[in-house]
């Protein structure tokens, strides 16, 4: 049986924050299921912003040489990925990533398995249990 691997992105500064935790308990749910997991912080990697170029789509490789190498690499193993992002990605080092990223999604045919947000939680101290819940659906 071929081996069943998840790339899980964290695209958040706060490494012991929400956004960390709901990634943390997706990943420890889907090593309980079977899962290898690959973990990757974005913060901790160098990613230039897509210039639209498109290139990828005919290449299957972005002509910018960053980390975002290394991503993709992880993605063509993965069978699913985990993207967790904060509110503020838009500001963030996890812009340029998920703009990157999300042009070979399409182009590689990946479909999500579902969506999850978990807004106003900055200040709980553990997560809430329909988030758990709805992690553990998409697994499923």
């Not at 990634?23 to 901790?44: F, P």
């Not at 399409?106 to 900055?122: D, L």
């Amino acid at each position: 049986m071929a081996e069943k691997k998840i790339l899980a992105i964290l695209g958040s500064p706060h490494t012991n924050g929400m956004t960390a935790a709901m990634l943390d308990y997706a990943v420890r749910s889907a090593e309980k299921k079977g899962y290898t997991v690959i973990k990757i912080n974005l913060y901790e990697k160098n990613i230039s912003f897509c210039t639209g170029c498109r290139a990828c789509v005919n290449t299957k490789t972005c002509i910018q040489k960053d980390d975002i190498q290394e991503i993709v690499v992880h993605l063509q193993e993965c069978q699913s990925v985990f993207l967790a992002v904060p509110f503020s990605w838009i500001f963030g080092q996890s812009r340029g990533a998920i703009r990157n990223m999300d042009e070979f999604f399409r182009t590689a045919g990946m479909k999500p398995m579902g969506k999850i947000v978990c807004a106003g939680a900055a200040d709980k101290k553990e997560l809430p249990k329909r988030i758990s819940r709805r992690i553990e659906r998409c697994l499923k």
